[in-house]
């Protein structure tokens, strides 16, 4: 079969623009793509590769580990390969390289394969030679087959011994002890502020960082940086035998070699998979980068059986973590208000997956870094999950624009209750100044989901904050646009619980009307008020033409709730946000199934003298919703109601042990505000 002439060219810019990546990153130590777009890249070559095995060349990229090394050190030969290990970004691709593998030994597909698991450490390889316990040479990778020798720079790396502990175990003739050389993220956070702090350009990330360090000419500069090293494995050994990987990690520890105290040793396949999930939730709070883990087949006459392909060994697999990073579009910029009424800018974004989650927003902090880092709306940008948890923006590609992108402008109000926005002297923040706007928004929010309003299972204070701090939701109208991915992008949502938020959600629009109307959050409008309201009108659309004479005319509403109602319907905002709603697909349920008259059967006894109304006037109320009113103390009496200066009647109904209540807890049952 030929090859198409467009693969032959595809494969031939992919190798020069490979190649081109590994003397930046391997010699110049700058690389100028992330790594995984350059995975992307090689995955891509060697896909075609393998489709048409007719035009790999030994020149390839697929067929070297790396790049060869700079000029600047002494070269070093390694006396056994340092290959690469395939990778894997699936269960499925994991379960087949255990197949494979069993297949590969004549062993039974289900059988269980013990495997050593380990942590993929994000630094850079080396080699150290001990000869007789005593370290002789170090080396870098390089681009396998030769690398740089560094041993001066390892030599001031606290954790490696100069000499090999043998209390336990008696050094090895010779010994190659391989590992990685790695900075701590706090170490790196604090040598980039000093370079910075010294006009110095800051490095990309902790591997570039150690690899820099490590590839000093002067020592001097290298013991200066806070490098640190986990020994994962060995090349050739003389005068030791080892049977399993697992062995030789506990041996190599034994010598005072450090070795990562995360690394395990699993029966089979499904025990990597589950060591994967684990590395993977704890790796935000690991004091080091790791970009996925290692699984090994743990008995070394296995791995010898197995062998060695080109350039990685059969017996080994790196389970990758998903990318950190991903290339996405700002769709819009919308703000969010948050508790202390900071209103952040937030970048939504078409949804992306990024380290493993979908994420369609992220924070772009305040007006000062949109500008500094040009981030314009219609951008093709690249987004990181920062701490891998907020996701961030972290440039645009400008290269992509095409002329449509929109600058951003802060506006001068607060987007969620009007007031003028205000920034302090040297602060980079806007405020909003009006101090109920979080809180009451929330509020807000949380009296529209609450069990006797809509009654969204999951929608709570905590909930709420997180959807209002994120720009999510802005109006109670807002909750009825949410999308799983924009709660993908909070915290503590994962896949089920956002999707049941959701659910909870979509169920809340089959209602009532009067809960509907008690949802809406009008003042003086409790659930009996709404129920009123409900029976006497049957429409929201009524209701919302009523005039305060109209309403007025309804037993147990008085001027003071009319007017409120008849003044939260004028507000623009407000018939904007039913319309939205009413639009979302909320639909009411056959008002008779709701019970239209709440203190139905019960029996009231005022006595004393009431602060908010006549006794006549709570009497009416009680009629109203359905209730009974009686005059004298009797065993029929459900609620007693105590005002000031109670008269005998409070007495008696004392000796018959009645239920005594006082005005607040009254007005609560008739739902007005205490
Ligand atoms: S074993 C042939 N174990 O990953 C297998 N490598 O892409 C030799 N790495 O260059 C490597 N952590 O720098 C092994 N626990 C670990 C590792 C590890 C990080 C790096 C190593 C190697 C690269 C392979």
């Avoid at 989650?357 to 000062?368: G, I, P």
């Avoid at 948890?389 to 440039?395: D, H, S």
């Avoid at 809340?508 to 659930?527: D, N, Q």
């Avoid at 001027?559 to 623009?572: G, H, L, R, T």
Wanted: aromatic content about 6%; overall charge neutral.
């Amino acid at each position: 079969m030929a090859v198409p002439p467009e693969v032959l060219d595809r494969i031939k810019r992919l190798r020069e623009e490979i190649n081109y990546h590994n003397y930046l990153y391997y010699v110049l130590d700058q690389p100028e793509i992330s790594d995984e777009e350059y995975d992307a890249l090689m995955h891509e070559l060697k896909e075609l590769e393998e489709k048409y095995p007719e035009t790999v060349t030994p020149d390839s990229p697929t067929q070297r580990v790396g790049a060869p090394p700079s000029e600047k050190f002494a070269t070093v030969e390694h006396s056994v390969p340092m290959l690469s290990i395939d990778d894997a970004f699936t269960d499925a691709e994991v379960r087949d390289f255990d197949r494979r593998i069993k297949r590969l030994l004549g062993m039974d597909s289900d059988a269980d394969m013990e495997y050593s698991v380990e942590p993929k450490m994000d630094g850079l390889a080396v080699e150290l030679v001990y000869e007789n316990g005593v370290f002789m040479l170090g080396s870098t990778r390089g681009d396998g087959y030769r690398g740089e020798d560094v041993t001066a720079n390892l030599r001031t790396i606290r954790s490696i011994p100069l000499r090999l502990i043998e209390r336990k175990v008696k050094a090895p003739a010779r010994l190659e002890a391989r590992g990685e050389v790695f900075m701590n993220k706090d170490d790196f956070a604090r040598l980039n502020e000093m370079r910075e702090r010294n006009g110095e350009p800051p490095f990309a990330n902790p591997r570039n960082a150690a690899a820099g360090s490590l590839r000093q000419l002067d020592p001097n500069v290298t013991a200066s940086r806070p490098l640190d090293v986990f020994f994962y494995g060995i090349g050739l050994v003389e005068g030791h035998t080892f049977s399993t990987q697992w062995e030789i990690l506990h041996t190599l520890k034994a010598w005072g070699l450090k070795v990562n105290p995360k690394i395990e040793k699993v029966k089979n396949i499904e025990g990597a998979i589950r060591y994967h999930r684990r590395m993977a939730q704890i790796r935000p709070q690991l004091p080091y980068e790791i970009d996925g883990i290692v699984i090994k087949v743990n008995s070394l006459e296995f791995q010898e059986r197995l062998g060695t392909k080109a350039r990685s060994p059969r017996w080994v697999l790196a389970y990758k973590f998903e990318a950190a990073q991903a290339i996405t579009r700002i769709l819009d910029i919308v703000l969010s208000v948050g508790r202390t009424g900071a209103v952040t800018p937030v970048a939504v974004m078409e949804p992306v997956r990024v380290g493993g989650v979908t994420v369609s927003r992220a924070t772009l902090h305040n007006e000062d870094e949109i500008r500094k880092k040009d981030i314009r709306i219609g951008d093709w940008v690249i987004v990181r999950r920062a701490g891998d948890v907020i996701p961030e923006v972290v440039k645009p590609l400008k290269e992509r624009r095409n002329g449509t992108e929109k600058r951003f402008v802060m506006p001068a109000t607060c987007p969620v209750c009007g007031s003028k926005l205000v920034k302090k002297p040297g602060e980079a923040v806007w405020r909003c100044p009006n101090p109920d706007c979080f809180p009451r928004l929330v509020r807000q929010i949380t009296h529209f989901a609450s069990k006797n309003a809509m009654d969204i299972d999951g929608l709570g204070e905590k909930v709420a904050e997180q959807l209002v701090s994120a720009g999510l939701v802005r109006n109670i109208a807002d909750i009825y646009d949410l999308r799983l991915s924009d709660l993908l992008s909070l915290e503590r949502f994962a896949e089920k619980s956002a999707q049941n938020l959701l659910d909870a959600i979509e169920a809340s629009k089959k209602t009532t009307l009067p809960r509907f109307i008690y949802a809406l959050g009008i003042r003086h409008v409790g659930e009996v008020t709404a129920q009123l309201l409900a029976s006497h009108f049957r429409s929201i659309e009524k209701l919302a033409k009523a005039s305060e004479e109209q309403l007025e005319q309804i037993e147990g509403i008085g001027p003071e709730v009319a007017s409120s109602i008849v003044a939260w319907f004028k507000d623009q905002k407000n018939r904007e946000l039913l319309s939205r709603l009413l639009g979302s697909g909320i639909q009411f349920t056959d008002l008779k199934a709701e019970k239209e008259r709440p203190l139905e059967g019960k029996t009231f006894l005022f006595t004393g003298a009431l602060s908010s109304m006549t006794r006549a006037e709570a009497g009416d109320k009680v009629k109203a919703l359905g209730g009974r009113v009686a005059t004298a103390v009797g065993r029929r009496v459900d609620y007693v109601v105590a005002g000031e200066n109670p008269g005998s009647k409070y007495r008696k109904a004392q000796e018959l042990g009645l239920n005594i209540i006082g005005e607040n807890e009254f007005l609560k049952l008739i739902e007005e505000e205490a």
